[in-house]
C-alpha cells in the first residue's frame, strides 16, 4: 500500500492573482503557507480486475474513461496508468469547499501516489506543474495555481506566475522568533459556511478575460498588498502585516457579491472589536474559514466561540508532498 499526504493552505496575500485570466496579461504574485492538516491518498493493489475508487462515493468501474471523480480520471490518464487491479482511497482533515484549498491538495496528493506506484520520482514543481495541467489545462476549471503549488512546496512561500507560464518559488524569508509568533497568533474559524470556489472565481475570471477595469484595477492592488506583505514579514512587523489584511479583506470584498454575508460581516466586525488587528475568508470567499491575526487571543477566542463558530489549531507544514508509507 502506498499513502500519500498534501498539506492545505492558507493564503496571506495576493490571492487572486495566480488565475491564467490575469496572471497570463499582468503577472501574479501570492503569499501561502502549508499547514498540518492534510489530504490523504492511498493507492494499493488489488486481486480483481476492476478499478475501485472511494471517496465520498464509491466507484467501481472497468475503464478509465469510466471513472465520474475528474481528476482521478485525468491523473491516470495523463500519467498512462490503466487503473486495473488498483484500489484508490481519499480521506481528509477538513472537507472540501472550506476555503483551503482541498482540490489542489487531492490533485498532488493523488500524482504522487500513482508516480511512487510507477516507482517514478518527482520533483514537487513537476507535480505541481502537474497538477495545474489537469485542474486548468484539461478540466478548465477557473482556478488559479497557488493550491498546486504550496501543496506541493510547503512552507511559507512566495510564489510569481509569470505571463509565460513560469512559476518562481521563493520561501519567504522570516526569522524563527517571526516564524512563531505568526503560527501562534494567526486563527481559523470556521464559518460553517461551504461553497463551490468555481461560482465566485468564474465571475472574477470572467470579467478579467474581458477587461472588466475594475476587476483588474483591483487585483492590481491586491498584487500590491501581497508584495507589501511579504516586506512586512520579513522585518518582522506583524502588527502591520494584520492591518493590512484588513484591506485586503475589504479590497477583496469588492470583487463579488458573493464574497460575503451578514453572518460574516458581523464576525468579522465582532472580532476587530475583541482582540483581531485584521483577518480574511480564507480562500475564493463565500464561506469556508475566517483567519484572523490576533493581538488578543483570549478575548478573540472566547467571543467567537460564544458565536458558535469552531476553531482549528495549526502548525505550519515545511513538507509539501509526501509519501509516508510506501
Not at 470556521?190 to 465566485?200: D, E, K, V
Not at 508584495?227 to 479590497?251: A, T
Request: contains cysteine; proline residues 3%.
Amino acid at each position: 500500500m502506498i499513502i500519500v499526504r498534501s498539506p492545505l493552505r492558507i493564503s496571506l496575500g495576493g490571492g487572486g492573482t495566480d488565475l491564467p485570466s490575469y496572471y497570463r496579461r499582468h503577472g501574479g504574485f501570492v503569499i501561502a503557507a502549508a499547514i498540518d492538516r492534510y489530504v490523504y491518498i492511498t493507492v494499493h493493489t488489488t486481486f480483481v480486475k476492476d478499478i475501485i475508487v472511494k471517496y465520498s462515493k464509491l466507484e467501481r468501474v472497468d475503464r478509465v474513461d469510466q471513472i465520474e471523480h475528474p481528476i482521478i480520471r485525468e491523473a491516470l490518464r495523463i500519467l498512462g496508468i490503466d487503473g486495473q487491479y488498483l484500489e484508490i482511497t481519499s480521506m481528509a482533515d477538513i472537507p472540501a469547499g472550506t476555503g483551503l484549498g482541498s482540490s489542489g491538495s487531492f490533485a498532488t496528493a493523488l500524482l504522487k501516489a500513482l508516480h511512487a506506484y510507477q516507482r517514478h520520482p518527482v520533483l514537487a514543481q513537476d507535480l505541481a506543474q502537474q497538477a495545474c495541467a489537469i485542474e486548468i489545462d484539461r478540466l478548465e476549471e477557473p482556478v488559479g495555481k497557488q493550491d498546486q503549488y504550496i501543496a506541493a512546496v510547503g512552507g511559507l512561500t512566495c510564489f510569481e506566475f509569470s505571463p509565460d507560464d513560469r512559476v518562481n518559488v521563493m520561501p519567504l524569508q522570516v526569522d524563527a522568533e517571526t516564524l512563531f509568533n505568526l503560527e501562534d497568533n494567526l486563527l481559523l474559524f470556521f464559518t460553517g459556511y461551504s461553497r463551490a470556489a468555481g461560482t465566485i472565481l468564474e465571475e472574477q475570471d470572467t470579467r478579467s478575460r474581458v477587461d472588466d477595469q475594475a476587476m483588474l484595477d483591483n487585483l492590481h492592488y491586491v498584487k500590491e498588498i501581497g508584495l507589501l506583505s511579504r516586506q512586512l514579514l520579513e522585518k518582522g512587523d506583524l502588527i502591520g502585516f494584520g492591518e493590512i489584511m484588513n484591506e485586503h479583506w475589504q479590497y477583496k470584498k469588492r470583487r463579488s457579491d458573493q464574497m460575503s454575508n451578514p453572518d460574516i460581516d458581523r464576525w468579522y466586525d465582532l472580532a476587530l472589536e475583541n482582540g483581531a488587528v485584521g483577518g480574511k475568508l480564507v480562500g475564493a470567499g463565500g464561506g469556508g474559514f475566517l483567519m484572523f491575526y490576533a493581538a488578543d487571543k483570549t478575548r478573540l477566542r472566547h467571543v467567537l466561540r460564544a458565536e458558535g463558530l469552531r476553531e482549528v489549531r495549526f502548525r505550519f507544514d515545511f513538507e509539501g508532498s509526501k509519501v509516508v508509507v510506501s
